[in-house]
């Protein structure tokens, strides 16, 4: 009986040996998984930053050099996207990939729904005021060309402004989503 006490007790202490094992090695893959999906968004913003200050320049160029529109909107253009720019720098300051790594995973968990959030809210901002602006571009390109341009115009206008809102919400969703992984995959590794 004592004997087979011990056995049992030994094969308890593996047991618990592997699923402390285990656990170490689910954290490890999670943060891996965490800090490949940081490193995702953090490389979206990015690509976003790097196009909004190459359309400060080249708004300059294509608005009021080529097409002889107002100054005032590009200016109006360069605030929309040094807006764009603040908006992802905020964003990927908070979201350091070396510190979600390393940090308690509660603080991690905070931080990704705090930035989750601002970039839910960020279409109820940007959507109206891309409305705007195009129709401020459109009313000025609309002045400056004949009928018939015009008419070759409108079309490929409109075609370009909702392949852009198309394009910015799929960007938009799949950040979501990515920020909607991050969450769940803590909160997997909470509930074990």
């Keep these: 009986m004592e ?5 049992m007790r030994q094969q308890m202490a593996i047991l618990k040996d ?6 170490i090695v689910n954290d ?5 998984s965490i800090g ?3 490193s995702t968004i953090n490389k979206r913003y990015l690509v976003i930053s790097i196009i909004a200050l190459a359309m400060i320049p080249y708004g300059y160029w294509a608005f009021v050099k080529l097409n002889g529109l107002s100054v005032a909107l590009w200016l109006a ?4 996207m040094l807006a764009v720019v603040g908006f992802c720098y905020f964003n990927v300051h908070e979201m350091r990939q070396r510190d979600f790594v390393s940090n308690n995973l509660l603080d991690t968990k905070r931080k990704v729904v705090a930035a989750k959030k601002r970039d839910a809210l960020w279409p109820c901002f940007g959507i109206p005021v891309a409305l705007a602006w195009a129709a401020w571009a459109g009313w000025e390109m609309a002045r400056k060309m004949d009928s ?9 206008f409109i075609i370009c402004m909702t392949v852009g809102v198309l394009v910015g919400l799929a960007v938009h969703f799949k950040t979501q989503r990515h920020y909607r992984d991050i969450v769940e995959q803590i909160e997997d590794l909470e509930n074990e």
Excluded: A, G, Y
């Design 77 to 80: 253009t360069c605030v929309m």
């Design 18 to 23: 592997k699923l402390d094992n285990q656990t």
């Design 3 to 7: 004997l087979e006490l011990d056995e």
């Design 36 to 38: 490949h999906s940081v």
């Design 148 to 156: 018939e341009i015009l008419n070759h115009f409108v079309p490929w």
């Design 28 to 32: 490890r893959f999670i943060r891996r």
